[in-house]
């Protein structure tokens, strides 16, 4: 990629290109040469890839927004457009798609100076306090921006399609029963959840499965929340909402559960975690672990992490062998359903910008569009393979006490699907 | 356990127990203290574990297989009950049942040591000459002897049980099945299978999946009997038999799939393998692999690895990771299926045991109880967890064309079984 493409545009009224063009040239280049054309929009001129017709057009507000972009352009693109110095005329989703599909299909050759880039780049830890701040940074934006765009389940991690064209809150749905058949969850189980969310799953758990469940999270909003929706729905003796941190988990449990919880753990807190789930559910109980995840190791994308979720991590599934092994722990079932996730957040976005007048006010437009970006990468990140998603489904090494098959979990869905 | 356990019985005559019977009491507490009874026949004298009721007793020919297994309990032990020096009263299974759970339990204390102990021990490399050795060694012991115990579908893996009651023969075409549905392999598919066996997997996608299939196998006597039956089957123009290793594997395909070959690959080729994989798959392809297994890293037990299986060694799934990490591979789904080894190895044993006389007739008495000793201790091993069997379905990273869901597999299965 050393040879400079041709533009497919010309720069307008000039014969040359400015310096600053030419700079850009160069780092769409590195980039692997998206088909994306750029408009620096202080001079004219139109930078693009000679690969086939651009999906977007990225237009570029001054010269000192280049600067940031080509000094640290995975961070300053992200902060360039939620500041509205960068505007992108077209699909955002297909634009961030083909920079991860540029990006990967440069990392055949280029893997180690990509590997040495993400190892460079490494997460806040998640100490005690860290967690805390990181998790409220997050998840307390306040429960009325998320209750706008999640939908009705309120929950905050990727739904199961039954088909591509289940509803959200239906899909949502049958993620929480899709969990519970491959934890064989019944009537008087007891249940530890570590990272509740809301407590939609909490809930779910005890009115249609009939467990008891206690349910530990530290975004003091959300278990506010789910408190109060535990009362409502007259579940406030079946279910236990307690604000701690999940290293603070004590008491026998027939299930451990975790959904959407490992990405905020750190890769250095597994083997702990891995402690407390087998503590929790001892030689015979059940547990489940969903998360976002990895194909290889490699970090967040940096300006997630730096500005959506401080000190989040996904695993490969490698790494995530560090919560079982060492801890007598043995894998039933991995099951990545990755494509779910771009369903769901294809979803999200539509509501979000359905409700973005709302969010407006709410906030300000820079979160509008800091948001906006963050939904549509993420689709991108799913629907290209950069992110996955695993649901490890775990039991005691020496639990026998196991379906021969995983059929009970289909014929239940395929019961649903009937109805 | 330093403090010697009183035993149940006592020594035969005497008042004082010999320097034998104590060093053998020493042997019982650094096991663990597993509930099995010894006899001394030399002396008569009788050393029981404090803890409960024996499960079997181990009668100890004489002072030098004594002295043997006081040096090296793991791999003399199946050395003199190969020769005869060590006999067995009771169930074999239950008996090294016992020992593998008394292991476990000490692991947790001892864990450090056993690791040791397990680097300490190393496979035979599979080098390309290494491999064909190692293969050779156990799997041209003769066709004739194979199908004295494997049934009808010759296939020397894992098979999959509907129900646990199905027959051995049925649940191996339901392995067959089960595996195909995963890959939904269709007609014109063309399919590399590396490590065919007696060929019985290749021909049956051939004949009922309309695949087209390449089998490499490096066991000669294998090959010539998988080229004989694709010939009575007239499946000769569709399935090719090579012999020739893995790595030889050139072609484009639709599928590649390896059943029970992995086990004898070696950590440091998993790499190359992936290569291979991916290249043959390419960017849209479905892959699977099928192999025993551990909860984590550990060598196999070194008397099978010595006496049955030299070069074979069971990976974690972290282990396993380090085939598709590098190599642009995604992760679908894994499947643990351990307790259908052990239910496959139960009808083996089976089988092995009402055929034995024909098998001490091609051999002798020596063969005939090494692989007795080594069909009960499979079983007790896949029965308490120390041994696990994966099934890991893949597919190029950014190939979409991917189930949402796993119903389509079980949906095929509740066809089958309403047969």
Redesign the interface.
């Known amino acids: 990629m050393n040879a400079a493409p041709q533009p497919l545009g010309r720069p307008r009224g000039e014969g040359r290109e400015t310096l600053e063009a030419r700079l850009l040239r160069r780092l769409l280049g590195s980039l692997g040469d998206p088909p994306i054309e750029f408009l620096l929009r202080w001079t004219g001129e139109r930078v693009a890839s000679a690969h086939g017709a651009s999906v977007a057009r990225v237009e570029i507000a001054d010269r000192a927004t280049l600067i940031g972009l080509l000094a640290d352009p995975q961070v300053r693109f992200g902060d360039a457009y939620g500041a509205g110095r960068i505007e992108v005329v077209g699909d955002l989703v297909e634009l961030t798609k083909v920079i991860y ?1 540029s990006a ?1 299909a440069q990392g ?1 050759e280029g893997g180690v100076a990509q590997r040495v880039a993400g190892w460079l780049h490494r997460p806040r830890r998640n100490t005690l306090a860290g967690s805390r701040r990181n998790i409220h940074r997050h998840y307390d934006l306040g429960n009325d921006f998320y209750s706008l765009w999640l939908g009705e389940s309120m929950a905050y991690t990727c739904a ?5 064209d289940a509803g959200l809150d239906e899909a949502q749905v049958a993620k929480m029963d899709h969990v519970c058949r491959k934890l064989r969850l019944g009537p008087g189980d007891r249940v530890v959840e570590a990272g509740c969310g809301w407590g939609t799953f909490a809930l779910h758990m005890a009115a249609r499965y009939g467990a008891t469940v206690r349910a530990y999270n530290i975004s003091k909003e959300q278990i506010k929340f789910a408190r109060a929706r535990a009362s409502e729905l007259g579940l406030g003796d079946r279910v236990e909402f307690v604000e701690d941190d999940y290293r603070n988990i004590t008491g026998d449990y027939d299930v451990f559960v975790s959904i959407g919880m490992l990405e905020h753990v750190g890769t250095e807190n597994y083997e702990e975690l891995g402690r407390i789930a087998r503590r929790s559910i001892g030689a015979t109980g059940r547990g489940l672990i969903h998360s976002i995840g990895r ?3 490699a970090a967040l994308h940096p300006w997630i992490e730096r500005r959506i979720f401080p000190g989040a991590y996904p695993p ?3 790494q995530m ?2 919560i ?3 801890s ?13 996730y771009a369903l769901t957040l294809r979803h999200w976005l539509r509501r979000y910008e359905d409700a973005v007048g709302t969010v407006r006010e709410m906030f300000d437009e820079t979160l509008v569009r800091t948001w906006r970006l963050y939904l549509a990468g993420s689709i991108a990140a799913f ?3 950069v992110l ?1 998603l695993f649901q490890v489904l775990f039991t005691a ?4 006490d ?1 379906p ?4 009970h ?3 239940a ?2 019961v649903d699907a009937q109805r």
């Not at 007598?328 to 779910?340: A, C, G, K, M, P």
């Open positions: 599909l990967a055949a199961y399609f039954p088909s591509a194909n290889r190791p490969s599934i490698g062998m560090q079982f092994e060492p007598d722990l043995s894998v039933l079932d991995v099951e990545n359903i990755r494509l779910h629907e290209t393979g996955q090494e020496q639990n026998n196991i021969l098959t995983r059929a979990v289909y014929a869905e395929a």
